[in-house]
């Protein structure tokens, strides 16, 4: 999932050491030299002050379906967490499928993306129950939105009432897309994914095969809210972000934050929707944060070939785009 919300004021390194050879799997560079701080000289004959460590960060976490509570620390991406999270409760890092924030529950609002609060607790879920449906595409829209865990997994966020898939009742929020046709789409990205289900003729069947989360006796039966995607943040003192490239940093918010980029950044996730079939609000972040300096649509596209390339958006998209963030610029929201 892109990363990189413009959303903060200031970002520091998880941890400083001094000792190249004991960093920490989180990769945080040394810090350099402080600015206006004061030392004083060393007194000959004592040992040298031990070095000013940030603590470790650590966070807790379950199974979203039931478990006791584990320790999850030392990690510097997605990909990494899931490792950590598949250490700590001894199963196979393949079975983790995704993790949502402060609730056991498939709530969609609550998905874990590119930055977690300091204080969030973290529930992960693992694979359940396995199904291979056959599906009539009667409609050109089957009415799914498609998201994705940023370590190859794509899954339905949203399912549109009354649509072809709604009306099945087999189907799922939070059912992980592992094969279209035979097709396998594991690794795939949710904008992959969602190009191979509107690819597909209208009036034609074809079968999927999906995999459930595993449930707990509380969630059995629920049917998850497929509610749109809140660009709110964490209300924590800080937030830990998760950067595809690069060490993961600190940041301190600012809760108030730019009601233009707030207004953008829901237009801009409307519109991967509706253009996509997916729906990610830290790729609209992204894509808002790209478009707020540029003065005209090239510069804007050119800026988005070279960051967000591997998307090969459709003109007609980005013009959308581009004005959705001019809209928002001149307060037409």
């Keep these: 999932m892109p990363l990189g919300l413009g959303r903060r004021k200031k970002a520091s390194p998880l941890m400083e050491e001094d000792d190249m050879g004991e960093r920490t ?27 000013a ?26 990909k990494e967490l899931y490792a950590k999270i598949a250490e700590a409760f001894n199963i196979p890092i393949s079975e983790v499928m995704f993790c949502t924030l402060n609730t056991h529950r498939l709530d969609m609002d609550k998905l874990l993306g590119g930055q977690i609060g300091l204080e969030d607790f973290i529930f992960a879920h693992i694979r359940g129950q396995k199904k291979e449906l056959e599906v009539y595409k009667s409609e050109e829209s089957l009415g799914l939105t498609i998201t994705d865990n940023g370590a190859g997994y794509a899954f339905i966020k949203r399912i ?28 795939s990205r949710h904008f992959e994914v969602a190009r191979a289900l509107k690819e597909l003729p209208r009036g ?9 989360p595993r449930k707990a006796f509380d969630m059995i039966g629920q049917r998850s809210s497929s509610s ?6 964490s209300s924590g003192r800080g937030t830990l972000r998760l950067r595809a490239k690069g060490a993961p940093t600190v940041e301190e918010l600012v809760r108030e934050v730019s009601v233009i980029e707030e207004k953008a950044i829901q237009k801009v996730d409307d519109l991967l929707e509706s253009y996509m079939g997916i729906r990610d609000s830290d790729l609209a972040g992204t894509m808002v944060e790209l478009g707020m300096d540029k003065q005209n649509p090239d510069d804007f596209s050119q800026a988005l070939d070279r960051t967000l390339g591997d998307f090969a958006f459709p003109d007609e998209f ?5 004005g959705a963030i001019g809209d928002a610029k001149a307060g037409r929201y």
């Design 228 to 233: 749109a995607n809140s660009a709110g943040i």
């Design 25 to 51: 799997a989180l990769g945080v560079s040394h810090a350099g030299s402080v600015s206006g701080s004061s030392i004083s000289p060393q007194i000959p004959g004592l040992p040298p002050p031990a070095p």
């Design 160 to 187: 549109k009432e009354g649509s072809t898939i709604h009306r099945m009742q087999l189907i799922n929020v939070g059912d992980m897309i592992e094969a279209i046709n035979g097709k396998n789409l594991v690794g």
């Design 53 to 78: 460590l940030r603590p470790r960060l650590v966070f807790h976490a379950q199974l979203a379906h039931g478990s006791p509570t584990g320790r999850i620390e030392g990690f510097s991406n997605v």
């Design 318 to 322: 980005v013009f959308d785009v581009w």
């Design 204 to 212: 034609r069947s074809f079968t999927m095969k999906l995999c459930e």
